[in-house]
Each structure stands twice: as C-alpha cells, then as structure tokens.
C-alpha cells in the first residue's frame, strides 16, 4: 500500500524535521524499490567481474614475457576495466543495500506505530539521504566512464591504431585519476548512506518514546 492511498499529511515540526502522517505504514520509495530490486544483482556483476580481471592479467603478463607489445598494451587497458566494473558493481551493491535497509525502517517503523494504535509518522527524506542519492550516481558515473574508455582504447590498440599505443601509458595514467576521484566518491556515499541510516534509527526510537509517554 502506498502512501497516496493513506492520507498523508506532509508536516513540519517545530523544533524537527519534515515528517509525513498517515493512517496506516507507508510504501518504500523509488530509491528503496531500486535497492531492494538490484543490490543482489550488483554482487553477482562483481563476483563475474574479478575473475574475468585475473585472467586478463595472467594473459597480459604472458603477452609482456612474449615480447608483444601491442597485446600487452590492449590488456593493460582490459585489465583495470574489468576490475573496476567489479569496483564499481560491489559498491553499487553496498548502497543498494543501505536503500534496502532503509526501505525495511520505513515500512517496519509504520507497522509497529500501527499496530500500537497510533497514527503512523514517517520521516520525509532528509537533505543527507539526498546526498547519498547524488553523491553514489556522480560515482557511478566517474566509474562507469572510465570503464568503458578503457574498453575503447583497448580495442583501438588491439585493432592497430598506433597513436593509441604511442598513448597507452598517458590514457593508463589519466583514467586511472578518474578511477581513484570515483571510488572516493562511491565510499563518501557509502559514508552518507550509513549517515541517513542512523538519522532513521534516531528518529523512530524518539517517536517510540513519545508513543510510551501518551
């Protein structure tokens, strides 16, 4: 059941933050659905991407004792591809997850203040939750990128083109800095997530108290 369809009564506190009132628990949100929907999927992309990864090492590593430049130089950029889609797939899966438990607090958080007999007060997403949104797609975003510019100057090099191969190392460098910038970001994120959870905790264990001094 969604909120829509339980007379919700968006309100302000006071001296607290936005808070909806309606007369039953409220549904998750689009980001909870998304969490609880992909989070398993994301730990399987990481958990194919690494071994693909260690292979392509172990075949750079061949091609490097081979003396073959050009296929070095194309895995050396299929290498960090692969391993960052793991990255990037593992944590995804993290902040799907931490949507998923927030989703569980705003629907279990409805269901105990029900079943005590009282109107239910859901916590309207904070500006922090909003932050965690932003700040994980931003990363994703850098992540995602880089991958698939590796990819592309992989396949030039493989294909032949010899100003990639010249620029191999200059692109290995570059978006290697994106790389790094994006994990930052995805572990901030992660940071803010575990920020908004504990704001949620906080929120329902000051209304359970209320509850008890009605």
């Known amino acids: 059941m969604t909120s829509s369809t339980l007379n919700v009564r968006p309100t302000r506190q006071s001296t607290g933050p936005r808070i909806e009132i309606t007369d039953g628990p409220v549904g998750r949100n689009l980001p909870q659905r998304v969490g609880r929907t992909l989070w398993a999927p994301m730990l399987v992309m990481a958990l194919m991407a690494w071994p693909v990864a260690l292979v392509l090492g172990i075949l ?56 005590l007999g009282a109107r239910v007060h859901t916590l309207a997403m904070p500006m922090i ?18 991958v698939i510019a590796h990819f592309v100057v992989g396949v030039g090099i493989a294909g032949g083109d010899a100003q ?29 997530g575990l920020a908004t959870i504990a704001t949620v905790i906080r929120f329902q264990v000051d209304r359970l108290r209320a509850l008890a001094a009605e």
């Open 60 to 115: 750079r590593s061949r091609a490097i004792s081979d003396g073959d430049i050009q296929a070095a130089a194309a895995l050396g950029q299929f290498v960090p591809a692969a391993a960052f889609t793991g990255f990037a797939a593992v944590f995804s899966a993290i902040a799907f997850s931490i949507a998923r438990i927030l989703g569980e607090f705003r629907v279990g958080g409805g269901q105990v203040q029900q079943a």
């Open 129 to 146: 939750a909003k932050a965690f949104i932003a700040t994980m797609a931003m990363a994703m975003m850098l992540l995602v990128g880089a």
């Open 164 to 192: 990639l191969l010249a620029d191999a190392e200059r692109w290995s460098v570059g978006l290697e800095a994106v790389r790094r910038f994006g994990s930052v970001l995805y572990l901030f994120s992660i940071l803010l």
